[in-house]
């Protein structure tokens, strides 16, 4: 299985400001396999992206994603406070990276 | 819009089984995957296994001797069934719908709606 690496593991920003999260793979991802998901507390998660750059139905497009091959990228232009929680990604089929959290600074 | 709804017992002792079921609405379970997630207190989210609708199963091979995901296309129901459980098996156990794709002698999938989930305690 390939390895999901995501960084920072804590992300301190206010709102406002921008966001870069960075997900990177052991080995590359197939045809860009990769989905973002968002989880706030007590929630379930919620799909972001798709096809690493598909913007899930009904996500607002200050959330983009980016990146192929082994490097891949969700930023958030501007954060709004609902915007903080924990992202992850996950190449398909294979297990999820250990998240971001991103908190209000 | 496909929502889903876990049910089913909040605590279960230890070496028993647990059960859940997922009730989909807002569209039917056919011509879909349909999956079970878990994630234990604090850390990240683990698939346990999807079901297609016509009864054909893949789970993950570290709970497939004791993991069984069943589904009842006339209720619009799928079920979980993990047995022998212990306390690492305590968790947040979603259900979801997932999206597979084809690709070479593999199936990829991600997940497009999930449930809001229900926390399973396994205490004695």
């Known amino acids: 299985d390939i390895v999901l690496t995501q960084s920072p593991g804590t992300l301190s920003l206010s709102p406002g400001e921008r966001a870069t999260l960075s997900c990177r793979a052991s080995r590359s991802v197939s045809n860009n396999y990769l989905a973002w998901y968002q989880q706030k507390p007590g929630q379930a998660p919620r799909l972001l992206i798709y096809g690493a750059s598909s913007r899930a139905t009904g996500i607002p497009d200050r959330f983009s994603g980016s990146g192929s091959g082994t490097d891949f990228t969700l930023t958030i232009t501007r954060l709004e406070p609902e915007d903080f929680a924990v992202y992850y990604c996950?190449?398909?089929?294979?297990?999820f990276g250990g998240g971001t959290k991103v908190e209000i600074k | 819009q496909v929502q889903l709804q876990e049910s089913g017992p909040g605590l279960v002792k230890p070496s028993e089984t647990l059960s859940l079921t997922c009730t989909v609405s807002g569209g039917s379970l056919s011509s879909n995957y349909w999956s079970w997630l878990r994630q234990s207190p604090g850390m990240g989210l683990d698939w346990i296994g999807y079901i297609y609708y016509t009864g054909s199963t893949t789970y993950n091979s570290s709970l497939e001797s004791r993991v069984m995901i069943s589904v009842d296309t006339s209720n619009n129901q799928f079920s979980l069934k993990l047995r022998s459980v212990s306390a690492a098996d305590t968790a947040v156990y979603y259900c979801?719908?997932?999206?597979?794709?084809?690709?070479?002698?593999?199936?990829?999938?991600?997940?497009?709606?999930w449930g809001q989930g229900t926390l399973v305690t396994v205490s004695s």
């Open positions: 996950q190449q398909y089929g294979a297990p």
């Open positions: 979801a719908r997932a999206n597979v794709l084809r690709y070479f002698d593999s199936n990829l999938y991600y997940f497009d709606f």
